[in-house]
């Protein structure tokens, strides 16, 4: 192969990963402004109205330009469903999308390219196998794992859920208003539960930015996609319009998820039991038979083979 081919590849190869280590650095990076956002929000409804892809384009920049050029060849309704399970993910600094595109792409035509590689050599049945294996993989496993992330974070905002509402039901009968005690509640959670601790703050941040609250809360829903926290900003937006007693309902709904809580907990350890048998039964039990049997089998081997030879 010609030396400048192999520079030139190299050169590839090595500016295709430090595009996915730069994007993967700016998906995870944390940054978030909610009264930013709002503000931004509230110029993009004042506007002309433009679609998004529109916005995208005239904002300017090489992110919005990816982001222009995935949506005019029809990847909109994708890049709408990335977009929410980004957030859902935890992952919603203003660059999450674009990273998360470039890193998709970037992974998906180095893994085609290292499999036009590898199959070189092969005939073309082999080659068809393996580009599809790597059209496969290169789609299908980024996905996966935004899929994996947003599963890990719901987790983390459930298990954080019953101790979070408990203590913001005590914060509000001391007499602080609604958002004086979210905030204060995301202040003493900030180090235990950092996750809602900061949706917390969001919710009270967009509703100092001039939002109404029972939007705040909704978009706190579809931020999180859990059903507890969709009956919770229910509980709250109701007992703000009807004038019930808020912290009493808290109490109670906190004393529910608890023994939610702990009902799943009793259930996975009475699963336990039957996820042990197969491994007892195929990695455990062979091991002890060998253990326990092998040596007597080795001495009755012995013994017969001297008793043949004394025969003898």
């Known amino acids: 192969m010609h030396p400048l081919l192999i520079f030139t590849a190299a050169f590839i190869g090595l500016a295709s990963l430090a595009a996915m280590i730069a994007s993967v650095y700016m998906l995870l990076r944390v940054e978030e402004d909610p009264l930013g956002d709002r503000l931004e929000q509230l110029q993009a409804a004042s506007g002309s109205g433009a679609n998004r892809s529109g916005r995208r384009r005239a904002a300017g920049g090489f992110l919005n330009t990816?982001?222009?050029?995935v949506s005019t060849v029809g990847g909109e309704d994708w890049l709408r469903e990335t977009e929410k399970e980004l957030n859902?993910?935890?992952?919603?600094?203003?660059?999450?999308?674009?990273?998360?595109?470039?890193?998709?792409?970037?992974?998906?035509?180095?893994?085609?390219?290292?499999?036009?590689?590898l199959q070189r050599g092969n005939d073309l049945s082999q080659k068809f196998g393996g580009m599809a294996s790597a059209l496969l993989l290169g789609y299908l496993l980024p996905q996966q794992v935004l899929h994996r992330l947003v599963?890990?974070?719901?987790?983390?905002?459930?298990?954080?859920l019953p101790d979070t509402v408990d203590l913001?039901?005590?914060?509000?009968?001391?007499?602080?208003?609604?958002?004086?005690?979210?905030?204060?509640v995301s202040e003493e959670m900030q180090f235990i539960y950092p996750h809602l601790a900061g949706?917390?703050?969001?919710?009270?941040?967009?509703?100092?930015?001039?939002?109404?609250?029972?939007?705040?809360?909704n978009q706190l829903v579809r931020r999180t996609g859990i059903e507890d926290i969709k009956s919770l900003s229910a509980m709250i937006i109701q007992s703000e319009r009807f004038g019930t007693s808020l912290s009493q309902a808290l109490?109670?709904?906190?004393?529910?998820?608890?023994?939610?809580?702990?009902?799943?907990?009793?259930a996975a350890i009475a699963k336990a039991g039957i996820k042990m048998l197969f491994p007892v039964v195929f990695f455990i039990l062979?091991?002890?038979?060998?253990?326990?049997?092998?040596?007597?089998l080795v001495l009755g081997l012995r013994g017969l083979q001297g008793g043949m030879g004394a025969g003898r």
């Open 88 to 117: 859902q993910a935890g992952i919603r600094n203003k660059q999450a999308l674009a990273s998360y595109v470039i890193f998709q792409i970037t992974f998906f035509l180095l893994l085609i390219a290292g499999m036009a590689y």
């Open 66 to 69: 990816v982001l222009y050029l």
């Open 251 to 266: 109490k109670v709904y906190a004393e529910a998820l608890r023994t939610r809580r702990r009902l799943k907990a009793e």
């Open 168 to 184: 913001l039901g005590i914060v509000l009968g001391t007499g602080l208003s609604l958002d004086q005690a979210m905030l204060r």
């Open 286 to 296: 062979p091991v002890l038979f060998v253990i326990a049997i092998g040596p007597g």
């Open 199 to 217: 949706e917390l703050y969001t919710v009270v941040m967009q509703v100092k930015a001039g939002q109404e609250r029972s939007k705040a809360f």
């Open 151 to 160: 599963k890990r974070y719901r987790t983390k905002l459930q298990e954080a």
